[in-house]
């Protein structure tokens, strides 16, 4: 018998699929999820929290940079790093979660997150110059990097794979929900009281997750099999044989290395899952998105659209109403038809943007040019450019759309799916910190970009990676819908067979 056979796990034999599938299906028809919903409500609060984070530059920046007091104004410069230093803070969070995960667990690491949260906006609020703004914006960063990695580890650990999908879509739903609540927020409050709202979602999370369990797989790592079993008895109701799904988690866990080491990397259970999480982080920061929403007001500004910080709120909308779109139909349409379509409507936005913002230089050459003739015969019949600003808005919409049906929710989701137990906490903090990094490359570098290479010239190059992400998905993304995380894993491994 050779290696793969002897260390193939029992769901995954051939001659048992059948059966182990009848045992599962009869087994989740028992299962109550109330209590599951709760404690997913809990966790998300935390991706509420960072929404508010990434939201809060938005509004805050153009009244920092009227503010009378010298000590706080900020230049073109010091906003930029405003806007793109919560990067920073997040990648480095990205790192300490996936230590923290793996030594206190899933529940405290989210608990304790709040702490930098809370702590960051406080500062903010009290700030007496730039450095006490950035230093609050790292903090809040921090936090929301821990939490992008924890939270959707954690829901993946405790949901069923019926529901899973759904589930881990809500991390998405409330980072945009979040953005939206910080623009809406700011039409009404000052950048100070802005901070202090922003500062009430953490606080929620920090006393909700009291209550809540820890996940049942990392008690099982950690040799506590009957707390795992209260856990399961918690989330999946009284009538569901907690025992059975305890069992089948632990079978798999025993036919897993307990540690990791380097040797592991030539596993492809290891670098294959490794390379499309992080691919995926990647080509997700350059489609553009963090740029277009934390300068949002800026690009509507140059769009001459009038009321660019209403705008930005209807944008916002979008987000949230797709991303919920996305997150009923995620365990009916699978991840990678989502994948596809948004990779291809945000390619085809993107495109249309960048021919937008050539069409207003073209007008702007042509009234400079023909001015002469202006002065001469009266207006001409040309529109101006303000006509052209719903172009911006469609385009802009499209775009938002396309990102909220896909690539916003599936890399959170699918990082949370793919990675075996041993290397779940390394495998995501790398992934976190790939996102974080080519955001903060993205958001700082995108007005040079505007610069260097024309507006037109930015949103094609963005449109020219949407299409790279099209392909990547097309070749190298599994479909994980109705898999359990254990099957997931095995497929990679090469040992699951239907």
């Known amino acids: 018998m050779d290696h793969d056979e002897e260390t193939r796990p029992l769901l995954v034999n051939d001659e048992q699929t059948e059966e182990d599938r009848s045992e599962q299906d009869s087994y989740l028809d028992k299962v109550k999820n109330g209590k599951l919903y709760m404690a997913t409500f809990a966790a998300v609060l935390g991706p509420l929290s960072f929404g508010f984070v990434l939201g809060y530059s938005s509004p805050a920046i153009p009244e920092l940079c009227r503010i009378q007091d010298p000590r706080l104004q900020l230049n073109t410069d010091e906003a930029s790093w405003f806007g ?122 920090l006393v909700f997750m009291c209550f809540m369990p820890e996940t ?59 390379g499309v999480g992080i691919m995926m982080m990647l080509l997700q920061q350059f489609t553009g998105i963090n740029a277009i929403m934390f300068y949002a007001e800026t690009i509507f500004e140059q769009a001459h659209f009038k009321s660019s910080d209403v705008a930005t709120v209807i944008v916002a909308a979008t987000q949230v ?28 936005s993107e495109a249309v943007f960048g021919v937008y913002f050539k069409l207003t230089v073209m007008k702007h050459n042509n009234s400079s040019l023909t001015s002469l003739l202006t002065d001469a015969q009266g207006p001409l ?48 903090a790398l992934c976190v910190l790939t996102n974080w990094t080519c955001a903060f490359i993205v958001t700082k570098t995108f007005h040079n970009l505007m610069d260097a290479i024309t507006s037109a010239g930015t ?32 497929r990679f491994k090469g040992t699951y067979r239907r």
């Open 84 to 205: 793109s230093v919560v990067t920073i803070g997040a990648a480095l969070g990205g790192l300490l979660g996936g230590w923290i995960v793996e030594k206190i667990g899933r529940k405290l690491s989210l608990m304790f997150c709040a702490i930098p949260f809370i702590f960051g906006f406080t500062i903010i609020i009290a700030a007496q110059n730039h450095w006490m703004l950035y230093v609050g914006r790292v903090l809040t960063g921090l936090a929301s990097g821990v939490t992008s990695l924890v939270v959707p580890l954690y829901i993946s650990e405790m949901a069923h794979e019926r529901v899973r999908g759904t589930l881990g879509s809500c991390v998405q739903l409330m980072v945009v929900i979040g953005i939206m609540g910080a623009y809406i927020a700011g039409l009404f409050l000052d950048w100070q009281w802005l901070a202090i709202t922003s500062s009430i979602p953490p606080a929620l999370m």
């Open 459 to 490: 949103f094609w190059m963005f449109s020219g990676l949407c299409a790279l992400n099209v392909i990547f998905t097309a070749v190298f993304v599994p479909e994980t819908k109705g898999k359990t995380l254990e099957e997931i894993q095995a």
């Open 216 to 274: 049942p797989r990392f008690l099982l790592s950690q040799g506590k099999r009957r707390e795992a079993e209260e856990a399961l008895r918690f989330l999946r109701g009284p009538d569901a044989p907690a025992e059975w799904e305890c069992a089948r988690i632990e079978e798999a866990y025993k036919n897993e290395e307990q540690s990791f080491s380097l040797a592991d990397l030539k596993d492809p259970g290891v670098y294959k899952p490794l």
């Open 321 to 348: 109403v797709f991303t919920a779109v996305a997150a009923v139909i995620m365990d009916k349409a699978g991840r990678k038809v989502l994948l596809i379509f948004s990779g291809v409507t945000m390619c085809v």
């Open 381 to 428: 019949a040309e529109q101006p450019p303000t006509d052209l600003a719903w172009l911006a808005v469609g385009s802009m919409g499209l775009f938002i759309t396309g990102f909220a049906l896909g690539w916003g929710p599936i890399p959170w989701l699918v990082m949370s799916e793919i990675f075996p137990t041993r290397v779940r906490g390394l495998g995501s």
